[in-house]
Every structure is written in structure tokens, then in C-alpha cells.
């Protein structure tokens, strides 16, 4: 159980995130396809994190259903993930606006100006991915109100810099707005460090997965508390003409007939039998649909497991409750650590 100094210390490192999230601790809920709905979001929130609804491919229709529904699960700020490729961005972003969301998180690439604009104009707080500091400066200067930076030990899509060389980059070089890490965390000693460093607060995904509140399959949840770290590997790309954008998942029978499928279609395209349009969209297509398999339907063996390489720390379903106190606890017993080694020198 923390003391009562390390927490008041804890508060201090974290008050810039806990003020922006308006959350009794700056630990933001990764947003997972399928994962992040309206239950373990809300039992994010309740429990003193800060909740993230995954969009996904949502209609605008579906997106204010589950937004009202998380609501009436919470009175606690919760936040949606937006995918700035899907075709109704801006009505999504009208829909949040509608709903009284405090605060829209914009993924998957450089969101345009126009719609952070329309963000903050309807007095949202807008939240983006960023994967450099330049990147990030130019997202500062177009409005962003904060910025998340997320390494490549994370689950699902992911780039090619790991959490740690990425907080190096960017945490001493942006000030202006809070800046919260991602990636690869999955205890609160992590978390610590990356406060110290400058961090407002941290996110995170695979470590709730397993949360007695997550929807997602018995059979999902067991392949988790199975694996370890080195079991969450980046999809393999055969090709340079093909480019597969790398996601993070655990090894299963799926991925290695994603590799046959490759050499399939890239045989048939250097025998003239596809163009390379209709070869890339073959290739593109073997993992539709394949995340709902795994995380709703149990199907483990042919899904896609999106999981984080820090999976090897989820030992057992727990209460989303019990594991942000878990974090907690492990931050500020790091934190009265330090201060008996120093009394002790």
C-alpha cells in the first residue's frame, strides 16, 4: 500500500496529465479495436484512468450510440479515437462534439489542420499520435492540445522507434503541451520513468486486455496470460513492391499463412496472372475481419491477437480497478525505494 508522501510525490510528476484528463490518475486507456467499447472504458474511467473508445470503423450512428451508452455506464471524463483515414471523419468529430466528448484522440497518420480546427473550435481538447519530434512541433504549432507518443513495442500498427528512444526525442525537445507515452508499458516503475523524463502521463492497451470488464473472448484473454514478450511479433513483409504496414500481434497459425498468402499472390503477379493493384489488395484483404475473429468470436488460431510486446506482464485477469491500483502501487513503492536507498548512503 503507497504512503501517503509517495502519492502526494506521484501527484506532483503526474498533475499537468491528471489536470488535462480531468482523471484522478494520467494513465490513459489505449484504444483497442473491438476491446475498447463502452464496458472497460467506462471501468477505466471509474477506476481513475482515463477511458478511450476505439472508433474503428464506426458509423457516425453507431459512434453516439456507444458514446451514450459508456456515459450512462460513467460520470467520469472518458475520451474516442478517431482514425483520420475513415470516409465520415468529420461527422464522426460532429458527433463527439455533439455528445459533449472532452476529448478526441486522432490516429493513424498526420491529421489534417482543417479537422483539428473543428476540434478545438467546438471546444474539444485534440489529441494526436506523433512519431518524431519534428512531427510533433508541427502538430503543436497547427493546435494539437496534446501529444502522444507511441514506440514500436506496442500492439497493433506500429513504427519503427522504440518508446524509449522516442521519449529521449521528444520529451526534453516539447513543453508547450503535455506529451504522454506509449508502447511497451506495463508496470508502474515504467510509468515513473517516464514522468521523471518529462512525460504528463502515460497510455496503455495490452495490460487491460485481460481486465475482468473487457468484452473480449475467454479464449482471446488465455492467449494473453500464455504469451510472453517474444511471442508479440511484427507482421512480416516479403516484398518491397508489396508493402505491408507492420502490426504487432501474437505468432499463431494466421500469421505464418499470412506469409504463404504473400508468396501466393506474389507468384501469380510475376507470372502476369494479377496486376499489382489486384496482387497489394489480395495481400491487404487476409486480415479483414481477422481481429473480430480473435477478440469477439475466440477464433485464436486463424484472428489476428493484436497484443503488445509488454503482454508478458499480464499474468491473470483482474479488475480494471485492481490493476491501475497495481500501477499506482508499483510507481510509489519505486519512488519510497529511492528514498530509503538515499537515507541509507
Known amino acids: 500500500m503507497a504512503h501517503s508522501e509517495d502519492l502526494e510525490q506521484l501527484d506532483r510528476l503526474w498533475r499537468r496529465g491528471r489536470t488535462f484528463l480531468g482523471a484522478r490518475y494520467a494513465i ?14 467506462a471501468a477505466i474511467s471509474n477506476g481513475g484512468g482515463f477511458g478511450v ?7 457516425p450512428d453507431i459512434l453516439a450510440a456507444e458514446i451514450a451508452a459508456t456515459a450512462a ?18 461527422q464522426l468529430v460532429d458527433v463527439c462534439l455533439a455528445q459533449g466528448v472532452g476529448h478526441i484522440v486522432l490516429a493513424g497518420g498526420l491529421p489534417p489542420s482543417s479537422i483539428i480546427r473543428r ?23 497547427t493546435g494539437a492540445d496534446a501529444l502522444i ?25 516539447i513543453r508547450d503541451v503535455p506529451v504522454f507515452v506509449a508502447g511497451g508499458i ?19 492497451g495490452t495490460r487491460f486486455v485481460c481486465a475482468t470488464e473487457s468484452i473480449a473472448h475467454p479464449r482471446f484473454k488465455q492467449a494473453f496470460i500464455r504469451a510472453d514478450a517474444r511471442d508479440a511479433v511484427p507482421s512480416i513483409q516479403l516484398d518491397p513492391r508489396f508493402p505491408v504496414i507492420p502490426v504487432r500481434a501474437l505468432a499463431n497459425q494466421a500469421t505464418d499463412l499470412f506469409l504463404e498468402k504473400q508468396r501466393t499472390v506474389i507468384e501469380r503477379f510475376n507470372q ?11 495481400i491487404e484483404h487476409f486480415w479483414a475481419g481477422a481481429l473480430r475473429r480473435a477478440v469477439v468470436e475466440g477464433d ?46
Open 28 to 41: 490513459m486507456g489505449g484504444a483497442m479495436t473491438w476491446v475498447s467499447e463502452r464496458n472497460l472504458v
Open 53 to 59: 473508445i476505439a472508433s474503428g470503423s464506426m458509423s
Open 73 to 90: 455506464l460513467t460520470d467520469k471524463p472518458f475520451g474516442v479515437n478517431l482514425i483520420i483515414m475513415h470516409p465520415e471523419l468529420e
Open 119 to 141: 476540434i478545438k473550435d467546438g471546444g474539444v481538447k485534440a489529441m494526436c499520435f506523433v512519431p518524431s519530434m519534428m512531427v510533433g512541433r508541427k502538430l503543436v504549432r
Open 149 to 173: 507518443i507511441e514506440g514500436m513495442e506496442a500492439g497493433g500498427h506500429i513504427g519503427p522507434v522504440a518508446t524509449s528512444v522516442l521519449a529521449q526525442e521528444v520529451l526534453p525537445a
Open 186 to 204: 506495463g508496470r508502474g516503475e515504467a510509468i515513473l520513468s517516464y514522468l521523471e523524463m518529462g512525460a504528463s502521463g502515460c497510455q496503455l
Open 272 to 282: 502476369g496472372e494479377l496486376s499489382q493493384r489486384a496482387a497489394q489488395l489480395e
Open 300 to 345: 485464436v488460431e486463424g484472428g489476428s491477437l493484436m497484443a503488445g510486446q509488454s503482454v508478458g506482464l499480464v499474468t491473470q485477469e483482474q479488475s480494471t480497478a485492481a490493476i491501475l491500483a497495481e500501477l499506482v502501487d508499483q510507481a510509489t513503492a519505486s519512488l519510497a525505494g529511492r528514498v530509503r536507498r538515499e537515507a541509507a548512503s
